[in-house]
C-alpha cells in the first residue's frame, strides 16, 4: 500500500494504491491525517484500492473526523463496488461525499 | 472434494497470503466475485481479531492454521490457533451503526462484517485451540 499527495485545481487528494488491511491501515491514516492538517477539502482516490477491511474504515473515519471536525469535506473517488457494499452495510457510505472519478469529486468541492 | 491447508506464522503480515489462500478457495469452489469478496473479508477480519486480540495483546505468539473444503453443496473454510480463548460468535451485532460517524465508538465491525460475509460462522474451543468455521453455500440462494 502506497499513498501518492497531489493538488489538483487547488483541492488536496490522496490516492491510495493496494489493499488497506490490518498491516497497513494505521500507516495510512497517519499520512492522510498528516495531510488533513493542510487543508479543509480532501478527495481520496480509492479507485486503485480493490480490498479494504474493516481497519480501512477506521482509517476512513480517522479522516472524516480531522476533516469534518473543522467545518471541511472528504469525499470518496472511485469506490469499486465491493468497497461501497462493506461500507454501505456498516452504514458509513452516507456519510463521506462520493464520486465516480478524481475530476468529478474536485469539481463537487470547488 | 478438493481441499488445502496452510500454516501462517500469527501476525498481520500473513493477512495478504491468507486471502490469496481464501481466493484459491473460492475459485475452486466456483463462488461468485462477489461473495468470494465477502468471505474474504470475514476470514480477513477474525485473522485480525485473533492476531492483535488472541496473540499480541495477550501476549501470546504462535501459528495459524488454515484449511478449505469444498463440499458437494459449500465450502467451509477452517481457521485454528492458540491465542486466548474467544467466541466471536457470540459479539452481537453493533449497535451503532446507524449513529453519526462522530459519534461512533470504534470496534466491533469486523466480526459484524464476517457474520454478514458467511451463510454461517461456527465457533468452537477444542483441544486448547480456537476453530472458527465461515461457510459459503456454493449456489447463490439463501444468501
Redesign the interface.
Given at each position: 500500500m502506497e499513498i501518492e499527495t497531489n493538488s489538483v485545481d487547488g483541492i488536496a487528494v490522496a490516492t491510495i494504491i493496494g489493499?488497506i488491511?490490518?498491516?497497513n491501515a494505521a500507516a495510512a491514516q497517519s499520512q492522510i491525517l498528516t495531510l488533513a492538517q493542510t487543508c479543509t477539502k480532501l478527495v481520496l482516490d480509492m479507485s486503485r484500492v480493490s480490498?479494504m477491511?474493516?481497519?480501512g474504515?477506521?482509517m476512513l473515519?480517522a479522516s472524516?473526523?480531522a476533516i469534518?471536525?473543522k467545518g471541511g469535506t472528504v469525499l470518496l473517488a472511485g469506490l469499486s463496488?465491493?468497497l461501497s457494499?462493506?461500507m454501505s452495510?456498516?452504514?458509513?457510505l452516507s456519510?463521506f461525499k462520493t464520486s465516480a472519478t478524481v475530476l468529478e469529486g474536485v469539481g463537487l468541492l470547488k | 472434494m478438493d481441499t488445502e491447508n496452510l500454516t501462517v506464522p500469527g501476525n498481520l503480515d500473513s493477512l495478504k497470503a491468507v486471502r490469496e489462500f481464501v481466493k484459491r478457495a473460492t475459485g475452486s469452489a466456483g463462488i461468485d466475485k462477489q461473495r468470494a469478496y465477502k468471505l474474504t473479508l470475514a476470514v480477513d477480519e477474525i485473522l485480525a481479531n485473533i492476531v492483535i486480540h488472541g496473540y499480541d495483546e495477550a501476549g501470546r505468539s504462535g501459528d495459524v492454521e488454515i484449511s478449505y473444503h469444498v463440499e458437494e453443496d459449500r465450502l467451509r473454510v477452517d481457521l485454528y490457533d492458540c491465542g486466548i480463548p474467544y467466541d466471536p460468535t457470540q459479539n452481537d451485532t453493533p449497535a451503532h451503526l446507524d449513529k453519526q460517524l462522530e459519534d461512533r465508538p470504534i470496534g466491533g465491525l469486523g466480526v459484524y462484517l464476517a457474520r454478514q460475509g458467511t451463510d454461517d460462522f461456527i465457533y468452537e474451543f477444542v483441544n486448547d485451540r480456537n476453530h472458527n468455521t465461515f461457510i459459503v453455500n456454493r449456489a447463490a440462494n439463501g444468501s
Open positions: 489493499d488491511d490490518g498491516s480490498y477491511s474493516s481497519a474504515l477506521r473515519l472524516y473526523r469534518a471536525g463496488e465491493d457494499d462493506t452495510l456498516t452504514g458509513f456519510f | -
